[in-house]
């Protein structure tokens, strides 16, 4: 059994308008004025001078329950969508598990899912835990990156990318967010995104409506559930626009679906589904007993979604 032992996520108090950065990157208006006025965004977490270990050290701070199981914590897994996130031969990682003093625990790095990463982490370290000789090991994941580029701050016309992160400390037992099901799908064709041509970015945003539609159903039906029994989905917060349209084409209400962090924090990579969990739950909008999916797809070609009940 693989479960969420506790949750936290880390918004960083600088914001930039979309407006700021745009000028910056010199966007035209009439760009900008679609991602506000279409996609739903404002501004987003943004901290130029601020690092990536004293991101995932804040996300990490923020798991009130850390201090107190940090010896139980065997696996350290960090979840990002890019490759590189740092200039070798710079270890993010390690720092911050020295500066945290999880020396004794294992530490690596999953990126190829590129913003479903944080899935598959999860799934990652529910398998670890399981093959562990210590029922009562744990697994931290941490998300979130630093934008350190021009091309990660806009990708195209899909999405601003902000510096949220999250720290997940994930368990084999306990009575509350339990996973039910995980469906993954990866389409090969797209793994060189970063290096495809305009034709083939047509491509992707063709096939992203249905690639999602289908691990959406595929977790559900995993679970023994529809879709009206999942009482919230927590998003990857690409845009508001392509989950309106995605809750229109699989008949799911929007209004359940948490999407209140892409205004005020851009796409947080990888931490958006557990930040978007913590919104739910610190706003009572799971209930115990409920399930609910996060759902996230990534630039890669891979299509995630993983069922919990709370």
């Known amino acids: 059994m693989t479960v969420l032992h506790a949750v936290a996520g880390y918004l960083p108090p600088g914001r930039k308008s979309i407006e700021e950065i745009a000028e910056r990157m010199e966007l035209p208006p009439e760009k900008v004025k679609m991602f506000r006025r279409f996609y739903g965004f404002r501004e987003v977490c943004y901290v130029p001078d601020g690092t990536l270990v004293e991101l995932l050290l804040a996300a990490a701070s923020a798991l009130d329950v ?20 740092a200039p070798y031969p710079m270890n993010p990682l390690q720092r911050v598990r020295e500066l945290l003093g999880l020396e004794h625990a294992q530490a690596f790095a999953l990126a190829a899912h590129g913003c479903a990463t944080g899935l598959q982490a999860v799934d990652a370290a529910g398998k670890l835990l399981a093959s562990d000789d210590d029922p009562d090991a744990l697994a931290l994941i941490l998300a979130g990156e630093k934008i350190f580029s ?27 967010d339990r996973m039910v099901s995980y469906a993954s799908q990866t389409y090969g064709r797209f793994a060189s995104f970063w290096k495809s041509t305009p034709g083939s970015f047509s491509n992707y945003k063709e096939a992203y409506p249905a690639a999602l539609t289908e691990v959406i159903t595929t977790a559900a039906e995993r679970a023994g559930l529809t879709l009206d029994d999942v009482a ?10 392509s989950w309106h349209r995605l809750c229109v084409q699989i008949g799911y209400p929007v209004k359940r679906v948490v999407l209140d962090n892409i205004a005020v ?28 999916m996060m759902v996230a797809a990534g630039l890669s070609g891979t299509f995630s979604a993983m069922v919990f009940r709370h």
């Not at 701050?153 to 084999?172: H, K």
């Not at 919230?232 to 626009?241: A, S």
């Not at 589904?273 to 209930?287: L, S, V």
Request: glycine share 12%; aromatic share 8%.
């Open 265 to 292: 924090a851009g796409h947080s990579s990888c931490a958006d589904p557990f930040i978007n969990y913590r919104t739910a739950i610190d706003d009572g909008r799971i209930r115990p007993g409920d399930f609910y």
């Open 232 to 241: 919230l989905i927590l998003p990857h917060g690409v845009n508001t626009m």
């Open 66 to 85: 850390l201090p107190g199981v940090r010896h139980r914590v065997r696996y350290l897994i960090y979840a990002r969508g890019v490759a590189e996130v």
């Open 150 to 176: 021009h091309r990660m701050q806009v990708i195209s016309d899909i999405t601003f990318m902000g510096e949220g992160a999250a720290a997940v400390l994930v368990g084999r037992s306990g009575e509350r």
